[in-house]
C-alpha cells in the first residue's frame, strides 16, 4: 500500500464556505487510522501549481466575489496544471463552487467568469435572486469504477447556478432526492475519469464516509479496497443523511 | 400602543387565540395586522418618544436586554419584542400589544430594510455578521449589501457599528457621525483567524486583510494592505478584559463620557462584545454612563444564553449554539472551566435552526475535545453530531447518541459525576425543546416574553 496520501487544498482562504473542512478533516483521520500518511498542502491565489506533487486535488465552494478572484486566478495560472494532474489520473474533487469552475465557463447576468475547462459543462446563474436557488437535503445513486453496485450520496445543496453537462461529460450521479445539476435535469454532478465535481457540498464526506475511502483508494490507485474501520458513528450518520433527504433507510 | 379600529382588534384577538393554543403568540397578531395595514409598524410607533433597532448574526437577544437593562433605570416603559420574534410580525406584534415611551426591537438581518423605513429609528446598531444558517439567508456579502442600502436610505438618525468586524464597520466608511465600539485588549488575540472566519478579504478591493490582532471568527484589530481601508477608531472600548469562565466577564469600559470598571454576569468574550454593544447604544440614546454600568452588572441572562438550572442535584447549564462563529466562543468559554466536562449537544435541522447541518463541521470542537468526560448527542440529527465529536479527537467509548431529548437529558444526569455541572449546547429549536422539558418537570419557569 502507498504509504502517504497527498492531499492539494485548492484556495481554502476563499473557497471553504460550507464547512469544506470536514472533507479534509475526515480524510486525514481515516487515513491516520489505517496508516497511512496524510500531507496536505494549501495552493492558494498567485501560488504555483505542481501537478505532479499531488494525489489528490480538492476545492470547496465560494461566495460569488470570492469565486470571482478563484477563477481569474485559476484560468489564467493553474489551468495547465490541473490538466496534466487529471491526465496523469491523480483524483480532483470539486464541490459547489469549485464543481462550477471546472467547466467551460460561469454567467453570472452579463458577466462570463472562465473555468478551467476540464470536463465539458457550463454553468448559468438562474435570474431572480435567492428565491431561485436550489437549496435541500439531497440524495444522488452513484456508480463509480471498481465498486460491485450503485451506492447512495446523501448531502445538502445550495445552489444558484444551474449547471448543464455537454454531450462529452456523464454526470456523477441520478437524483433520488433534491434538485441536481439543473432541478429537472434528473442528474447530478459530473464524473470524468478521477474528476468528480458536485453540488453536495460541505461535509460530504463525513455523510459519506464509504465515499471517502473510495475517493483515497482511487487518488493512490490501489487494486484493493482500503481495509474496513469501526464505521458504526459514520454508518449512523450517513442513515441520518439519507433520512433527512427522504429516502427510507 | 394599541392598533385603532377593527384592524387591531382582529389581531389582538388572533393573538390571544394563538397564546391560548399555547405558544409564543408573539407574531401571529403582528402578521394579521400587518396583512390588513402593511404600514402599521410606520404608524403604531409614530407613539413612541423613540425608539432603536438592534441587528446582528449573533447576539441580537442578549443585547437587547443589556440595552433594556440600562434603560430601565432612567425611567424609560419599553415596547420591545423580546421573544425572539424579530422579522416584522414580531416588531408590530410588540407595537401592538405594548405600552410604552421607548421601542427597542430587535431585528432579523434581512428584514432590517423594511423595519427601519417603517419604524425612522432614533438609533440603529449593527454588531456582526458571521456565517449563519445559509440555506436561509443567503451569502453573507448579499447581507452586507442590503445593510449598505438601508444605511444609504438613511431613515435611522444615529447609527452605532462594530468597529471590529470590518464588513460591518466598512458600512460607516461615508458617515461622520458613527458611534464605534470595539475591543482594545490585545492580550485576548488568538494566533490565527479561526477556521470559520468569515469577510477576511477586503469589501472595497478584495485583498486579503492584514491582522494585527483576532479576538474572535474575524473580529480584530485590521488594516487592507492594498487601499489602506482600515478598522475606524472607536470612542467605546473595552480595555483589560479579563475572562471567568462560565460565570462572567470584567473588563474596563471607556466611553466619550467616562471610564467605569464593568463586572458583567454573562461570560465570554462575545458578552463583552455584546456589553460593548449595548453601551455604545445606550449612550447614544442618551443615557448617563452611571445607568450603562448598573444595567449591564445586573443583566440577566436571556433564556438559553448561558442560564444555569437544578436538575436532579446537577446544574444544567444552557448555552445556545446556532453558528460556527457563536459556537466556537461557547466552546472557548467552556474550555476555560476547570476540570473535565459532561456535555449534551442536541443538533435539530429544523427550519429556525438551518436546514443545513454542515456548520458544525466549521466550529472548533477541537478546542474542547481534550476536555470533554462524556458527551450524550441529542436532536434530529444526532448521529451527524457524535461523528463530529468522534473527529475532532473524542473516544468513541466517551460519545452516545440518543436522538429523543427527555432520554438525553436523562442519559447526561445519569452519567455525570456526583452534584457534576452538565453543559447543553442545544441549536435554537432544541433551545426551546430543552426549556420545555425543563419546565415540565417542574426545575424551570416559563420565561417566554
Not at chain 2, 112 to 138: M, T, W
Request: aromatic share 6%; glycine share 12%.
Amino acid at each position: 500500500m502507498a504509504d502517504r496520501l497527498r492531499v492539494c487544498a485548492l484556495y481554502p482562504e476563499l473557497m471553504s464556505i460550507y464547512a469544506d473542512r470536514g472533507n479534509l478533516l475526515l480524510l486525514a483521520r481515516r487515513c491516520a487510522w489505517r496508516g497511512i500518511g496524510f500531507e496536505l498542502t494549501a495552493v492558494g491565489h498567485g501560488d504555483t501549481l505542481d501537478p505532479d506533487a499531488h494525489d489528490l486535488f480538492y476545492m470547496g465552494g465560494g461566495q460569488d466575489r470570492d469565486q470571482q478572484l478563484v477563477a481569474e486566478d485559476m484560468a489564467g495560472h493553474k489551468r495547465e496544471a490541473l490538466h496534466a494532474a487529471a491526465a496523469r489520473g491523480a483524483a480532483i474533487l470539486a464541490v459547489c463552487g469549485g464543481y462550477q469552475l471546472l467547466g467551460d465557463h460561469y454567467e453570472l447576468g452579463a458577466e462570463r467568469v472562465p473555468g478551467v475547462g476540464l470536463v465539458d459543462l457550463h454553468t448559468v446563474r438562474a435570474a431572480g435572486g435567492t428565491g431561485t436557488r436550489l437549496v435541500g437535503n439531497v440524495a444522488i445513486e452513484v456508480e463509480l469504477p471498481g465498486l460491485d453496485g450503485p451506492r447512495v450520496l446523501a448531502g445538502f445543496e445550495n445552489h444558484g447556478g444551474r449547471t448543464h453537462l455537454g454531450p462529452g461529460a456523464a454526470p456523477l450521479g441520478r437524483v433520488l432526492r433534491g434538485h441536481g445539476n439543473t432541478g429537472d435535469s434528473g442528474w447530478e454532478g459530473v464524473l470524468a475519469g478521477s474528476t468528480i465535481g458536485t453540488y453536495l457540498h460541505g461535509p460530504l464526506l463525513p455523510k459519506n464516509a464509504w465515499f471517502a475511502d473510495w475517493l483515497v483508494q482511487t487518488a493512490l490507485r490501489l487494486d484493493a479496497p482500503l481495509p474496513p474501520l469501526d464505521d458504526r458513528l459514520e454508518d449512523a450518520a450517513h442513515a441520518s443523511a439519507r433520512r433527512a433527504a427522504g429516502l427510507p433507510v | 400602543m394599541r392598533g385603532a379600529g377593527w384592524k387591531g382588534a382582529a389581531a389582538r384577538l388572533a393573538g390571544t387565540a394563538s397564546r391560548r393554543s399555547g405558544r409564543g403568540g408573539t407574531s401571529l397578531p403582528g402578521k394579521l395586522l400587518l396583512r390588513l395595514e402593511p404600514h402599521a409598524i410606520g404608524r403604531l410607533s409614530r407613539g413612541l418618544e423613540r425608539s432603536a433597532v438592534i441587528s446582528a448574526t449573533n447576539g441580537k437577544t442578549t443585547t437587547a436586554a443589556m440595552v433594556a437593562s440600562i434603560l430601565e433605570r432612567g425611567g424609560a416603559r419599553l415596547v420591545s419584542n423580546r421573544a425572539g420574534a424579530n422579522m416584522a410580525g414580531g416588531v408590530a406584534g410588540a407595537l401592538l400589544h405594548g405600552e410604552g415611551d421607548t421601542g427597542l426591537f430587535e431585528v432579523d438581518e434581512f428584514w432590517l430594510g423594511p423595519i427601519v423605513e417603517e419604524l425612522a429609528p432614533s438609533a440603529l446598531l449593527l454588531a456582526n455578521l458571521f456565517r449563519d444558517q445559509l440555506d436561509r439567508y443567503g451569502e453573507l456579502e448579499s447581507i452586507a449589501d442590503r445593510w449598505a442600502e438601508v444605511i444609504r436610505a438613511a431613515h435611522a438618525k444615529g447609527l452605532v457599528l462594530n468597529a471590529d468586524d470590518p464588513l460591518v464597520a466598512d458600512l460607516g466608511r461615508e458617515r461622520a457621525d458613527v458611534s464605534f465600539f470595539g475591543v482594545e485588549d490585545l492580550g485576548l488575540a488568538t494566533e490565527a483567524l479561526q477556521h470559520a472566519s468569515d469577510s477576511t478579504h477586503c469589501r472595497r478591493c478584495g485583498a486579503p486583510y492584514a491582522y494585527e490582532a483576532v479576538f474572535l471568527g474575524h473580529l480584530g484589530h485590521y488594516h487592507c494592505p492594498n487601499c489602506h481601508a482600515g478598522r475606524p477608531r472607536p470612542t467605546v472600548t473595552a480595555h483589560d478584559v479579563r475572562l471567568d469562565g462560565v460565570r462572567g466577564a470584567r473588563f474596563e469600559l471607556r466611553t466619550p463620557d467616562g471610564v467605569a470598571r464593568v463586572v458583567l454576569p454573562l461570560p465570554g468574550l462575545y458578552n463583552v462584545y455584546n456589553a460593548l454593544a449595548a453601551a455604545a447604544l445606550a449612550l447614544e440614546l442618551g443615557a448617563p454612563l452611571a445607568d450603562v454600568v448598573a444595567g449591564l452588572e445586573s443583566v440577566a441572562a436571556a433564556f438559553g444564553r448561558a442560564e444555569t438550572v437544578a436538575v436532579r442535584g446537577h446544574d444544567v447549564s444552557i448555552m445556545l449554539v446556532k453558528n460556527p462563529a457563536g459556537a466556537n466562543e461557547v466552546l472557548r468559554t467552556l474550555a476555560l472551566e476547570d476540570g473535565r466536562h459532561d456535555l449534551l449537544a442536541i443538533l435539530n435541522d429544523q427550519i429556525a435552526d438551518g436546514r443545513d447541518v454542515s456548520w458544525i463541521w466549521d466550529a472548533d470542537f477541537e478546542t474542547l475535545a481534550p476536555r470533554l468526560r462524556r458527551a450524550v448527542c441529542a436532536g434530529s440529527r444526532a448521529p451527524e453530531m457524535a461523528l463530529r465529536l468522534k473527529y475532532a479527537g473524542v473516544p468513541e467509548d466517551a460519545i452516545e447518541v440518543e436522538p429523543e431529548l427527555p432520554r438525553a437529558l436523562d442519559r447526561a444526569l445519569d452519567g455525570a459525576p456526583e452534584g457534576g455541572r452538565v453543559f447543553a449546547l442545544p441549536t435554537y429549536t432544541a433551545m426551546l425543546g430543552l426549556r420545555e422539558e425543563l419546565v415540565r418537570r417542574g426545575v424551570a419557569g416559563s420565561s417566554f416574553g
